[in-house]
T-cell receptor, first 113, second 112 residues
Framework: GAGVSQSPSNKVTEKGKDVELRCDPI?????LYWYRQSLGQGLEFLIY????????KSGLPSDRFSAERTGGSVSTLTIQRTQQEDSAVYLC???????????FGSGTRLTVV | SQKIEQNSEALNIQEGKTATLTCNYT??????LQWYRQDPGRGPVFLLL?????KEKRKERLKVTFDTTLKQSLFHITASQPADSATYLC???????????FGSGTRLSIRP
């Protein structure tokens, strides 16, 4: 596609429920990243996928968070047993190669009530 | 770990003037540094990348400098316009060179 697509754009969920956030990167981009941004804060790195290599999960805040990237394209970020502190905007980005000129999606705003 | 510092206070500039934003970093020597623009409710948009062996890079009304001795980058917008109002994020590659780390951003407002 022309850009990075994320869905849903907004998600309200009850505490304790599981949620799945989807990211469709730009076709041909080998690198895919997930970040989250809390209100008024900077971007916090979560996870990075590069081609067929093992993902860099060093930013995942707890074992309730997981992500996968199928076929080197679409990625899903899953948060299990959501907590109120998980409320944030979750941003996905892709790039041709690691670290150069990320293209971001518009994000998924997650609200845990 | 790396630490990136950007002016936390908003910067208010008169239209037509040059806006200068500062990014300082510690604990690491990145291979390159990037600047992004973020509008409310949107993801960041990539603007410029400067490498450690480059002192300056320009793109239209934008200019970025990179001083690896001072561990500082300056981002300039010349002939600023109200449409330039946004939050500007500085980012640098982390020590693993597999991802970039972002500063918290500086909000810029250009008044007519």
């Amino acid at each position: 596609g022309a850009g990075v697509s994320q869905s849903p754009s907004n998600k309200v969920t009850e505490k304790g429920k599981d949620v799945e956030l989807r990211c469709d990167p730009i076709s041909g981009h080998t690198a895919l990243y997930w970040y989250r941004q809390s209100l008024g804060q900077g971007l916090e790195f979560l996870i990075y996928f590069q081609g067929n290599s093992a993902p860099d999960k060093s930013g995942l805040p707890s074992d309730r968070f997981s992500a996968e990237r199928t076929g080197g394209s679409v990625s899903t970020l899953t948060i299990q047993r959501t907590q109120q502190e998980d409320s944030a905007v979750y941003l996905c980005a892709s790039s041709w190669t690691a670290n150069y000129g990320y293209t971001f999606g518009s994000g998924t705003r997650l609200t845990v009530v | 770990s790396q630490k990136i510092e950007q002016n936390s206070e908003a910067l208010n500039i008169q239209e037509g003037k040059t806006a200068t934003l500062t990014c300082n970093y510690t604990n690491y020597s990145p291979a390159y540094l990037q600047w992004y623009r973020q509008d409310p409710g949107r993801g960041p948009v990539f603007l410029l990348l400067i490498r450690e062996n480059e002192k300056e890079k320009r793109k239209e009304r934008l200019k970025v400098t990179f001083d690896t001795t001072l561990k500082q980058s300056l981002f300039h917008i010349t002939a600023s316009q109200p449409a330039d109002s946004a939050t500007y994020l500085c980012a640098l590659d982390d020590s693993s060179a597999s991802k970039i780390i972002f500063g918290s951003g500086t909000r810029l407002s250009i008044r007519p």
